[in-house]
């Protein structure tokens, strides 16, 4: 019987290939680099913290993390994203697992970190309660996430709904400044943080 994820691996393998040609991916403009390291730092506690990066992609926000301080885990299930984060960001940890069940400590994490994954979860609800409990006792969920033009994507009404469900106060920061994204946009693209 095949693997119900071995789908999902070749096509996020597939992307890898070009992931960090995108402006928000990649973070090779030093100016959304700034924008980014901004967000970040003003949305995390401060370092030194625990992050779990979960659906890490090519490891650029774990890097951008480490670089300031920050003890970052990378969870991703494409062995290619997890390759080229390996390459991009020696000394951080990627693990190659399914973040609907990151195989993490539990209560270990002061952050469960998720850009643009929270979306492409079977159950997004069960995988926010498996990624709650990997928190520390007043640790911090923050998700990156958006509801865009392709019609793919969660909106921020429902991302809010998903952190209010646990229990949790979330708190929505859209992020409509063409800075983070290299260009204009016109979809919806917003930080929860509970
Ligand atoms: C849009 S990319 C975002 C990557 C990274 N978070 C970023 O913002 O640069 C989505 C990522 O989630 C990963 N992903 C998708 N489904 C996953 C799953 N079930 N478990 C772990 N990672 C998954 C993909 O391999 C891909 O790297």
Partial sequence: MSDP????????????QTFDEAADHGLRDPAVRAA????????????????????????TLALLLTEEGYDVTGVDVSPEMVR???????GVEFVEADAAAPPL????YDV????HVLWAMPDPAAALARWQDLLTPGGR??????SWSTGAGLTG????????GLGR???LRPLPDAGYWGREISDERYAVTG
Wanted: proline share 6%; charged share 30%; with cysteine.
């Fill in 141 to 146: 969920l923050v998700l990156v996430e958006g």
């Fill in 169 to 171: 106060t979330a708190t």
């Fill in 157 to 164: 009404a429902e991302t809010v709904a998903l952190v209010e």
């Fill in 36 to 59: 980014w390291r901004t967000l970040m730092l003003d949305l995390l506690p401060p370092a030194p913290a625990r992050v779990a990066d979960l659906g890490c992609g090519t490891g």
């Fill in 84 to 90: 080229r984060a390996r390459a991009k960001a020696p």
């Fill in 105 to 108: 400590d539990r209560a270990s």
């Fill in 5 to 16: 994820l071995d789908e999902t691996r070749a096509l996020w393998d597939d992307e890898a």
């Fill in 112 to 115: 469960v970190l998720s850009r």
